[in-house]
Every structure is written in structure tokens, then in C-alpha cells.
């Protein structure tokens, strides 16, 4: 699991165990994984199912794994492609920060701000218990907001910056939700790389 020794912060949050590496990638890398990413990366757009009615998602994704084993939430099922060169790079550089193999990545194109994703908690059934969750921004940095789930006062904002590594571990998807949420500023592209196991 990630460490104070490895230049992470963790955040003081209850029923959390959350990490935040603010440079885990130098800016030109950073850069450089994010034109690599966004030009060969074959993105697509699901609908998704809100309150009964079919909504196209306010972003691009892509999902790459080692086991062939689907993702599913918001009525939407992704087969994996196989791990790149590169995402094999990255997965086991953050593998040994996180102290655990990861076996998918799903990406997330977000265009602009009014590109989001909304409320939710990465505690599917595949995802185990207690996950580890560990998201990589490249690009444009954005807004990340936590709200626990049953204590309406405890809420935590931050900006994920380009080149950033948020890890989010322990019981913290029992008891947070998190989001992206749209902004009405002209702001760039993101991309974001959630790394994961799914059972």
C-alpha cells in the first residue's frame, strides 16, 4: 500500500485511505504520454442510463486489461483490449507505489469542461472488496470533489494536476463518493487513467 516515503500526502479524511502524489510524472512526460495517449488511444462514447433515460456519456473512454474480464456500471459493459507497451510502463511504475498488480485500466477523455463524471463510488461487484483504485491525470488539470456518504458535512475539494497520481484504498469507495464536474471555463483536454483489478 502507498507510504509517506514515496512523496505522497495523504488525505485527512475519515473512513478513507487516500494518497496524493502531486509529480509522479515530470511535466514532459507527463506531456509526452498525453499526445501519445490522445492520438492512438481508440476512444469511444457509450450511452448511459439516467433515472430510466439514455444520456451519451460526457466523456470518451477506453478500457485495456490483462484477463479479458469485462466492466460494467451505469448499464454500460466494456470488453478490454490488451495492455499496451506504454500502459505496461505506467501500470508497473504505479504497481510499485500502490504494492499491488493491477490487471485493467479504463480511460477517460474528458474534451472540455463540459466534459464530467458524475457522483458515484468505484465499489462494483468485480472491483472486490476494498479496492485500490489509482488514477493518473495527464492534460488539463481539474476539479475532484469527495462527499461522504452518510455525513452530508463531510466533503473535500482538490485539483488534480497534469503528471498526478491519486491513489484511493481501504474502505474509502464504502464510504465516499467522488466526482469530475463540469465547468462553464474554456479549459483544455484531460486524460485520466484508472487502474484497477477486476475479479
Known amino acids: 500500500m502507498a ?19 502531486p509529480a509522479f510524472l515530470k511535466p514532459a ?21 439516467v433515472f430510466g433515460k439514455t444520456y451519451a456519456q460526457p466523456r470518451l473512454t477506453a478500457l485495456y486489461g490483462n484477463n479479458q474480464k469485462p466492466y460494467q456500471y451505469s448499464s454500460i459493459t466494456m470488453h478490454p483490449r490488451e495492455f499496451t507497451p506504454l500502459l505496461e510502463g505506467l501500470k508497473a511504475d504505479i504497481e510499485e507505489i500502490a504494492g499491488i498488480s493491477f490487471s485493467s485500466c479504463l480511460l477517460n477523455l474528458y474534451r472540455d469542461g463540459r466534459d464530467s463524471n ?71 483536454e484531460r486524460i485520466n487513467l484508472t487502474f484497477r483489478v477486476i475479479q
Request: glycine share 8%; aromatic share 10%.
Open 3 to 21: 507510504s509517506p516515503g514515496l512523496g505522497g500526502e495523504k488525505l485527512e479524511l475519515p473512513d478513507s485511505d487516500i494518497w496524493y502524489y
Open 29 to 49: 512526460a507527463a506531456t509526452k504520454y498525453f499526445e501519445k495517449l490522445r492520438r492512438e488511444t481508440p476512444w469511444q462514447q457509450d450511452d448511459i442510463k
Open 118 to 188: 458524475g457522483w458515484h463510488a468505484d465499489d462494483e461487484k468485480e472491483l472486490g472488496i476494498n479496492p485500490v483504485i489509482a488514477s493518473l491525470s495527464l492534460g488539463e488539470a481539474r476539479s475532484f470533489h469527495f462527499k461522504h456518504k452518510t455525513n452530508k458535512d463531510l466533503r473535500h475539494r482538490m485539483t488534480l494536476e497534469h503528471g498526478s497520481l491519486l491513489l484511493m484504498q481501504g474502505t474509502t469507495q464504502h464510504h465516499w463518493l467522488h466526482q469530475i464536474p463540469k465547468t462553464k471555463r474554456p479549459i483544455g
